[in-house]
């Protein structure tokens, strides 16, 4: 069980294979199922395909501490999949890793949310939901970053959200969007496959 201190993270892998690669990035995903079930803090999985650009995949996890994380990424079974992607399967890829720092309808109220005067990280905002908001729904709340829909059936889909609006008006802005569920991310690391300066350092 997570220590009640420290905030779950929330980690948002996207990645476009190369031309005919795609069976390779699921067959190595297929490989490590055993090996991340062995790993303590892994909350919560799902992965979906992009409902408007083509051969692009998201993994959405969520973490207990940002420690089993931190575990996770210096597997050796996970670094040599890594490897093999970098080098052979990716076209691009991109990660965003940060604190979750609110989530809905757990958190009604804006009680919960960071102070906007002091917050200097870049937010994101995760909607899950069956059927995604329309325009008039989404006003003033956010720019759309990704729409993306689950591969397992039954699932709900992700929407993926820079948010504009005043944190305070966040609670009741999303619940009229008529989404399953929200959470509000605080991106610490966004780096990709060309992009390195805030990828972690290699141990």
Not at 90 to 117: E, K, M
Not at 123 to 148: I, K
């Given at each position: 069980?997570?220590?009640?201190?420290?905030q779950?993270f929330?980690?948002f892998?996207?990645?476009?294979?190369?031309?005919g690669?795609?069976?390779?990035y699921?067959?190595?995903?297929?490989r490590?199922?055993?090996?991340?079930?062995?790993?303590?803090?892994?909350?919560?999985?799902?992965?979906?395909?992009?409902?408007?650009?083509?051969?692009?995949?998201?993994?959405?996890?969520?973490?207990?501490s940002?420690k089993a994380?931190a575990?996770?990424?210096?597997d050796?079974?996970h670094?040599q999949s890594?490897?093999?992607?970098i080098?052979?399967?990716?076209?691009?890829?991109?990660?965003r890793?940060?604190?979750?720092?609110?989530?809905?309808?757990?958190?009604?109220t804006?009680?919960?949310?960071?102070?906007q005067?002091?917050t200097?990280?870049?937010?994101?905002?995760?909607l899950?939901?069956?059927?995604?908001?329309?325009?008039?729904?989404l006003?003033?709340l956010?720019?759309?970053?990704?729409?993306?829909?689950?591969?397992a059936?039954?699932?709900?889909?992700?929407?993926?959200?820079n948010?504009?609006?005043?944190?305070?008006?966040?609670?009741?802005m999303v619940?009229?969007?008529?989404?399953?569920?929200?959470?509000?991310?605080?991106v610490?690391?966004?780096?990709?496959?060309f992009?390195?300066?805030?990828a972690?350092?290699?141990?």
């Amino acid at each position: 069980m997570a220590n009640q201190t420290e905030q779950h993270f929330g980690l948002f892998f996207e990645v476009r294979p190369k031309a005919g690669r795609r069976q390779d990035y699921f067959d190595h995903v297929d490989r490590l199922k055993p090996v991340l079930a062995q790993h303590d803090g892994l909350l919560w999985l799902q992965r979906y395909a992009s409902a408007d650009q083509e051969d692009l995949i998201l993994s959405h996890q969520l973490w207990a501490s940002e420690k089993a994380l931190a575990g996770w990424r210096c597997d050796n079974d996970h670094r040599q999949s890594q490897q093999a992607g970098i080098t052979a399967i990716f076209a691009d890829y991109r990660i965003r890793v940060g604190p979750r720092l609110w989530r809905w309808p757990t958190d009604t109220t804006a009680n919960n949310l960071p102070d906007q005067a002091i917050t200097t990280t870049p937010l994101m905002l995760a909607l899950y939901c069956h059927n995604a908001p329309d325009a008039d729904q989404l006003a003033g709340l956010g720019a759309v970053t990704g729409h993306y829909t689950a591969f397992a059936t039954g699932e709900a889909d992700i929407v993926l959200l820079n948010p504009i609006a005043p944190l305070e008006a966040l609670p009741a802005m999303v619940a009229k969007t008529g989404v399953v569920k929200a959470s509000l991310f605080g991106v610490s690391r966004d780096y990709g496959l060309f992009a390195r300066a805030t990828a972690p350092q290699a141990r």
